[in-house]
């Protein structure tokens, strides 16, 4: 059984958490993080390590808003 692929979001979900897959050469590429952006058919997605992704939205195949990651355990 496939999975059904959906771009559920919307320029409303800017500063919320989101995930992303995308179609790039030789396959799918995906993006979590906070989307900061969606302006011209881009969208900026700052990941977590403070990368920031652009995504042209024609690229979208699924996307959708996610809960804020849990921290991470501290060492001890």
């Known amino acids: 059984m496939a999975a059904r692929l959906v771009v559920a979001i919307t320029t409303q979900d800017i500063g ?3 995930t992303t897959r995308r179609r790039v ?3 799918f590429r995906d993006a979590v993080g906070v989307l900061e952006s969606w302006a011209d058919g881009v969208l900026r997605v700052r990941k977590r390590d ?3 992704v652009e995504i042209d939205e ?3 195949v699924a996307a959708k808003v996610v809960p804020v990651a849990p921290p991470r355990p501290r060492a001890k």
Request: hydrophobic content about 35%.
């Open 58 to 60: 024609e690229s979208l």
């Open 25 to 27: 050469p030789g396959g």
């Open 16 to 18: 919320a958490r989101i």
């Open 50 to 52: 403070g990368t920031l």
